[in-house]
Antibody
Framework: EVQLVESGGGLAKPGESLRLSCAAS????????MTWVRQAPGKGLEWVGR??????????DYAAPVKGRFIISRDDSKNTLYLQMISLKTDDTAVYYC?????WGQGTLVTVSS | QSVLTQPPSASGTPGQRVTISCSGS????????VYWHQQLPGTAPKLLIY???QRPSGVPDRFSGSKSGTSASLAISGLRSEDEADYYC???????????FGGGTKLTVL
């Protein structure tokens, strides 16, 4: 059974940093392209970015609102996906989900407030 | 304003057939796969349809997806109360080099 478990969410002040993790199991993590998606309170889904698998260059793509502030990385030896968020803004407040093509995690809440 | 356009709401009675539309452009739906996700109240999204019309194992065949040109549709037949949820379409956008979502459609079962 595929499991994606996010962690690392919490309260941060504007301008601060947070790192989210997503622990994966039940599938070949190293063979998967991984994605982060967020959902602001009461709003729809918003794609944050993705990272390809190593054999595809492990390249990353980001949505315009987070480009230059967020970094997606992966550690295939730990079956873990990361989202490093810096210079956080209040607009970054959302539940952050990691996902594969077919599965979603349960999400972790990030609140950015002074 | 979402890149993919969905109606904000849809409704039907138990047993009915409901369709939800998703309109895009040549850079997204017109040239890439469409995905549909279901989000039940208070829960994480769940993949419902992938690659335009494929159902993951465990998804009932009451759910079906189709695509034509720059538009896609999700059809739900034999509507049930447990289908009440938000439904989102998604596709890769070649111009934006990113995935785009529809704004979501809230389905109410009357």
């Amino acid at each position: 059974e595929v499991q994606l478990v996010e962690s690392g969410g919490g309260l941060a002040k504007p301008g601060e940093s947070l790192r989210l993790s997503c622990a994966a199991s039940g599938f070949t993590f190293s063979g998967a392209w991984m994605t982060w998606v967020r959902q602001a309170p009461g709003k729809g889904l918003e794609w944050v970015g993705r990272i390809k698998r190593r054999i595809d260059g492990e390249t990353t793509d980001y949505a315009a609102p987070v480009k230059g502030r967020f970094i997606i990385s992966r550690d295939d030896s730990k079956n873990t996906l990361y989202l490093q968020m810096i210079s956080l803004k209040t607009d970054d407040t959302a539940v952050y989900y990691c996902a594969t093509e077919g599965d979603w995690g349960q999400g972790t809440l990030v609140t950015v407030s002074s | 304003q979402s890149v993919l356009t969905q109606p904000p709401s849809a409704s039907g009675t138990p047993g009915q057939r409901v369709t939800i539309s998703c309109s895009g452009s040549s850079s997204n739906i017109g040239s890439n796969y469409v995905y549909w996700h279901q989000q039940l109240p208070g829960t994480a999204p769940k993949l419902l349809i992938y690659r335009n019309n494929q159902r993951p194992s465990g998804v009932p065949d009451r759910f079906s997806g189709s695509k034509s040109g720059t538009s896609a549709s999700l059809a739900i037949s034999g509507l049930r109360s447990e289908d009440e949820a938000d439904y989102y379409c998604a596709a890769w956008d070649d111009s934006l080099s990113g995935q785009v979502f529809g704004g979501g459609t809230k389905l109410t079962v009357l």
